[in-house]
């Protein structure tokens, strides 16, 4: 059989995150390595179609890289049949339209999460596609980590017994702007323009609990502007209206309770950005972006509270690392080659925009009880 080229409309690769995981990292590094290999001995070849706002930074990429196509007009590129594909990693309050025309014009929709503002937009746009009888996918790009993928290891091998708790803690010191520049865009700290730590990270969150280790069921949180006032790209202050910090409860099926805190005014004292400590009754590891280490019962110290005398106990050293068994391909990869699999053989994808509606879910639910103190159950996310 003939190799498939797929065009891929590719929106919001000025940014950061668009350009160096998604195109660099992933479509060109795809296509450099001779494309997706089928088992029919075919390639699936992804040819990128650069599509945003400034015609400046497009030409500078396209040359930059060799890219032949590039446009500001979105709907001459939708219009096009050689390509197959709809790519979105804007920011979030621009996302909905634009998948919505991509989803008129009839092509596969793969996006960044959350994949809209609210979750009956999120449901919406979910329904589009499945009427619209096209495939759809959502980056969770987490999930295919180094260490995650060895803490998914733990879990399938039965390692942790009955697994009891998830403690995460994320984030890092964002610089205010005004005597250091901060290390993320300004509008992520702007509710109207889709800001906010809960949802941003909450989907995350949402995403690797679910997979890990089962469907989240309730959620209890409470959020905080620590910073009120922050300084932009130009220099300029700025009042802060988005939640800056997020702490959260989540009750999962089987009795699993995880808590997550997530905060852009933490100073880091892990090893990694991110960390997942889970615990059980046979055994514990705690997993970040790339390291695992792990405690057998067998192995587990007898801890003994005493603040009267120095603590012998180096803990830490007590764990011994999840080796890595295998090579571990850059994770936005890894879900773009699974993605373009799934385009043209119908391969499972469970990360579709059902999923990613999930994660808004639980987002929405996390303000919800940060603002009545309530917990939320989750209802089951359907579509009419």
Same mark, same amino acid.
């Given at each position: 059989m003939g190799d498939h080229m797929l065009g891929v409309a590719m929106n919001g690769v000025t940014g950061r995150m668009g350009y160096r995981q998604h195109l660099t990292r992933s479509i060109l590094a795809i296509r450099e390595a001779g494309g997706v290999r089928l088992p029919d001995g075919s390639r699936i070849i992804p040819e990128p179609v650069l599509v945003g706002r400034s015609e400046h930074k497009l030409r500078e990429i396209a040359e930059r890289h060799g890219i032949e196509?590039?446009?500001?007009?979105?709907?001459?590129?939708?219009?096009?049949?050689?390509?197959?594909?709809?790519? /979105?990693?804007?920011?979030?309050?621009? #996302?909905?339209?634009?998948?919505r025309a991509?989803?008129?014009?009839?092509?596969?929709?793969?996006?960044?999460?959350?994949?809209?503002?609210?979750?009956?937009?999120?449901?919406?746009?979910?329904?589009?596609? #499945? /009427?619209?009888?096209?495939?759809? &996918?959502?980056?969770?790009?987490?999930?295919?980590? =180094?260490?995650?993928?060895?803490?998914?290891?733990?879990? *399938?091998?039965?390692f942790f017994g009955q697994i009891l708790s998830v403690r995460g803690e994320f984030g890092y010191w964002v610089f205010e702007g005004d005597w250091q520049p901060a290390q993320r865009p300004s509008w992520n700290y702007r509710a109207e323009e889709g800001g906010g730590m809960v949802l941003d990270m909450f989907p995350h969150w949402h995403y690797i609990l679910e997979h890990l280790f089962g469907p989240v069921r309730a959620v209890t949180a409470k959020v905080a502007t620590h910073i009120p006032r922050?300084?932009? *790209? $130009?220099?300029? =202050?700025? *009042?802060?209206?988005? +939640?800056?910090?997020?702490?959260?409860?989540?009750?999962?099926?089987? &009795?699993?309770?995880? !808590?997550? $805190?997530?905060?852009? $005014?933490?100073?880091?004292? #892990?090893? *990694?950005?991110?960390?997942? !400590?889970? +615990?059980?009754?046979?055994?514990?590891?705690?997993?970040?972006?790339?390291?695992?280490?792990?405690?057998?019962r067998s192995a587990t110290p007898k801890a003994v509270w005493n603040p009267d005398l120095e603590d012998p106990g180096r803990y830490r050293d007590q764990w011994e690392p999840v080796p890595d068994n295998t090579e571990f391909p850059n994770g936005f990869r890894a879900q773009w080659e699974n993605f373009l699999r799934h385009v043209v053989l119908d391969t499972p994808f469970p990360h579709d925009l059902i999923s990613g509606a999930r994660g808004l879910q639980m987002a929405e639910a996390g303000l919800q009880s940060a603002r009545t103190g309530r917990t939320i159950e989750l209802d089951e996310v359907t579509l009419a």
């Open positions: 196509r590039w446009s500001t007009d979105l709907d001459s590129v939708l219009s096009d049949d050689d390509v197959k594909i709809y790519f /979105d990693s804007q920011i979030t309050h621009a #996302r909905e339209a634009a998948v991509a989803i008129a014009a009839g092509k596969h929709i793969y996006v960044e999460k959350p994949t809209a503002s609210t979750l009956s937009a999120a449901l919406e746009l979910a329904k589009l596609a #499945r /009427d619209a009888g096209v495939r759809s &996918g959502v980056v969770q790009d987490k999930l295919f980590l =180094p260490g995650l993928l060895k803490l998914r290891r733990l879990v *399938e091998s039965g922050r300084w932009d *790209e $130009n220099g300029e =202050p700025y *009042e802060a209206t988005a +939640d800056d910090s997020a702490y959260g409860i989540f009750e999962l099926d089987g &009795g699993v309770i995880a !808590q997550i $805190n997530s905060s852009w $005014n933490v100073r880091v004292a #892990r090893d *990694e950005l991110v960390e997942f !400590q889970v +615990d059980g009754t046979h055994g514990s590891a705690v997993a970040g972006l790339r390291s695992c280490r792990a405690q057998h």
